[in-house]
């Protein structure tokens, strides 16, 4: 594996602990970013740093992408932030990328995001609109963050994942579309794995998949 610096934005989520651990035990050198970096599980590790701050604080952003090699970014809406604070983020990031010439981008969005090589169901319908009903801003907000990510000139990949569970890691992940050969749940762990993989990885470059376990 190349050696890499990693910056990671959503650090403190239950996701991106895991993430950042992972990163860590693999070889990664990481820089995490974070609002509190004392919700942090992983502390004191000689080859972790922290960027406090919002990730709406353009200057925060981009002091955290200064000198890495590749960005990755599992942010999700939460009841607490401002409007649209994911998207907003996300435009923030790609322009320190650009600004800091880091070409490598990988984020995470819920399957509720749909790509045109998906095949939904009739359930998947369902699903999508009771999704949208009930958490539209969410929804609209992370729909933004991945268009913004595909118009960008970035190396970009979007994983796309359904309900997250706290499992331990199977090393099984189904990779497919929307309609296509995917389940309907993902362990955390095997998420963090599948994005890491990605960063030295160019299958999915500028593509969408959803995954699962």
Known sequence: MPYMKLAIFGATGKTGQVLVEQALNTG????????????LSAQNRPTLSVVQGDILDAEKVSEAVAGVDAVIS????????????????????ITAMQKQGVQRLVISAGAGVRDPLDKPKFIDHIFGFLLHT????????????????RDSDRAWTVVRVPRLNDSPPTGKIRVGYLGADVGVQLSR????DFILKQVNDQTFLCKAPVISN
């Not at 050198?29 to 609002?35: L, N, Q």
């Not at 599992?74 to 990031?93: C, D, E, H, W, Y």
């Not at 009930?134 to 990510?149: C, H, N, P, T």
């Not at 762990?189 to 963090?192: C, G, I, K, S, T």
């Open 28 to 39: 990664y050198e990481v820089v995490a970013f974070a609002r509190t970096p004392s919700k």
């Open 74 to 93: 599992v942010l999700g809406p939460t009841p607490k932030q401002p409007a649209f604070a994911v998207s907003r983020g996300t435009q923030n990031i």
């Open 134 to 149: 009930l958490s539209r801003e969410a929804v609209e907000d992370m729909m933004r963050a991945v268009q913004l990510v």
């Open 189 to 192: 762990a095997d998420l963090a």
